[in-house]
């Protein structure tokens, strides 16, 4: 075995390292967390549930919208495949940004419950994968959104209702991706600071 502290080999069941003498009993999760080292962030479970929030409505405003496109004869294919394209990439955002709450949410319950340290790792893991991946979706999405205005522009019709939506929806994306990056960071911080005690 090796030292939880130095990271010395040491003999199997040893209660203290010969080297440092730090202890290799294993503390309660709940007195580990209890300290300087806390991680049920409050701040990833509230983004990732306004990001829930937020997009549930605009997918919800899209899919009106959508339909409303489908249904419009006078709209190229063009037009429609860049409508449908949208209304999938907020289906994609909700799917990970639902899963980022969860994990979010049950770290907590997984630390008071005292569950084995390589389950709360893996969960913290898990946690940092959603996150980066929802950072790179909107990232992705902004791209979307460009393009999108892009092609509208090159049609002819970009008019002041559909420049007001895309800044909109800009605005949007960039406090999205204003958030997600710290966001990022507090998961990607706790999984490194827990894989250490």
């Known amino acids: 075995m090796f030292c939880r502290k130095c990271g010395k080999a040491i003999p199997d069941g040893s209660d203290f390292c010969p080297e440092c003498g730090a202890s290799q009993k294993e503390k309660p999760h709940s ?13 990833i479970f509230v983004v990732a549930l306004v990001f829930v929030i937020i997009t549930g409505l605009t997918l919800i405003t899209g899919l009106t919208t959508f339909t409303a496109t489908m249904s419009e004869a006078s709209l190229d294919g063009g037009y429609k495949f860049f409508a449908g394209l949208e209304l999938l990439l907020n289906s994609v955002i909700l799917t990970l940004t639902i899963f980022l709450l969860v994990y979010a949410s049950s770290i907590k319950k997984r630390v008071e419950s005292n569950e084995p340290r390589e389950e709360v790792l893996k969960a913290l893991h898990l946690q940092t994968i959603f996150a980066i991946v929802t950072l790179i979706a909107f990232g992705v999405f902004l791209v979307f959104e460009i393009l999108f205005m892009i092609y509208v522009a090159s049609e002819g019709n970009l008019n002041p209702g559909l420049v007001a939506a895309f800044t909109s929806n800009f605005l949007n994306i960039a406090a999205k991706i204003g958030l997600s990056i710290p966001l990022v960071i507090k998961a990607d911080q706790r999984e490194r600071l827990y894989s250490r005690l």
């Open 31 to 43: 007195e580990v967390f209890g300290g300087p080292v806390k991680i049920h962030s409050t701040y």
